[in-house]
């Protein structure tokens, strides 16, 4: 997914503001939802996420075209963790490793269904 850095994802020096990186990842794991006609709510629950580890390479700044490119790490009962990086050009900005853990609405750890599961491997 592609996007454009805006004023209001920067400091007032242009640069991107470092917490906006993690919501452009969050943007492009929901547009693959989007993509395929969906949202990111199931209809038995939802994932959220339980570990984050982020690195931060080179800035990113006001006016930048950004490609954000998931892929699936590791598929588990309940969770599962994607990678994801963000690029200017070829030149890697930031990277993240997501566990994203299924859960019913009240908030209790669910075993992912067979389709789901397969949804995931398309998607990611």
């Avoid at 019913?104 to 750890?109: D, K, L």
């Amino acid at each position: 997914m592609k996007i454009r850095v805006y004023y209001e994802d920067t400091d007032t020096g242009g640069i991107v503001y470092h917490s906006n990186y993690l919501n452009f990842c969050e943007r492009a794991r929901s547009q693959a939802f989007f993509d395929k006609g969906m949202v990111p709510v199931l209809d038995d629950g939802h994932f959220v996420a339980r570990r984050i580890v982020a690195d931060y390479f080179k800035s990113a700044k006001l006016g930048d075209i950004l490609e954000i490119k998931t892929q699936l790490v590791e598929m588990k009962a309940a969770s599962f963790t994607l990678k994801q990086g963000i690029y200017k050009e070829d030149e890697k900005l930031f990277e993240l490793e997501i566990l994203l853990v299924h859960t019913s609405f009240e908030g209790a750890v669910k075993k992912i269904d067979q389709k789901t599961k397969e949804l995931i491997l398309t998607l990611f």
